[in-house]
């Protein structure tokens, strides 16, 4: 028997979402909506495979797909005043709160089933 890995790749910035914050995803909710936009491509290019006679041995669906996750930063009116205390405060005691002015994103990687040939 061989196996390989089908791997389809998300061009980068293809898409993102929330994973911090107000509406925001959590890790597989992240997961599921990259899939629900792209499963049809994702589908059409397996399907070749499995026409060759390779069939998936793990899961074809949201689990497949990797992400990357990143923080912005993103200064509001709250970040501001930290800003300037900081300035103020010539202390970095106010630096502890930096760490909550950011955003915690997601952004699909690739889609990696592992496929199997008799």
Known sequence: MQTKDFVYKYPPGWSWCLLSGFDSYTIPGAQRSFWNS???AILVALQKEINQGWKPITEVGPAAIKIR??????????????IFLVIIASMGIAL???????????????????LQQD
């Open 96 to 114: 502890i709160f930096l760490p909550f002015l950011g955003n915690q994103y997601a952004e699909p990687v690739e889609c990696r089933i592992t």
């Open 69 to 82: 996750t990143y923080k912005s930063m993103r200064y509001d009116f709250f970040g501001w005043i930290v």
């Open 38 to 40: 792209s499963q049809a």
